[in-house]
């Protein structure tokens, strides 16, 4: 009986190493795969690159560049209206614009919030058209 349970207990022991054996290969064959597919992806699609023609740059205007700006500025000062950059950035893009009006308000939250800036004063001096 004891030879019996020895018989089953190695053969348990084979079948687990043979299991075992299966995996390793089904992992390597599975690894090999992908990184072989990862390479001729690589390769390939640097290939096919080099073959096409060059796009045109996309020319966007000076004003669409300020508007986006301004509303990257907008943006916020919804969420911070006392963003000292954000007020900067918005009175400097709208005096680009020429937008003097526009720019009034940040420049009057900018003084009001840093009464201490001489340039702040200015700016908002030449907005509103004062010498």
């Not at 950035?89 to 526009?102: H, P």
């Amino acid at each position: 009986m004891e030879s019996t349970q020895k018989k089953s207990g190695d053969s348990r022991v084979h079948r687990s190493d043979r299991i075992k054996q299966i995996f390793a290969i089904v992992s390597m064959v599975s690894f090999g795969g992908s990184a072989i597919f990862g390479i001729v992806s690589l390769f390939g699609s640097g290939l096919s690159s080099q073959h096409q023609q060059k796009q045109a740059p996309v020319v966007v205007s000076q004003e669409s560049l300020l508007a986006a700006k301004e509303r990257g500025y907008v943006t916020v000062l919804q969420r911070e209206p006392q963003n000292q950059t954000a007020l900067e950035g918005l009175a400097n893009v709208r005096l680009e614009m020429d937008d003097k009006v526009g720019a009034i308000e940040p420049l009057e939250k900018l003084v009001k919030l840093h009464g201490d800036r001489a340039d702040y004063k200015v700016l908002l001096g030449q907005a509103k058209g004062k010498k």
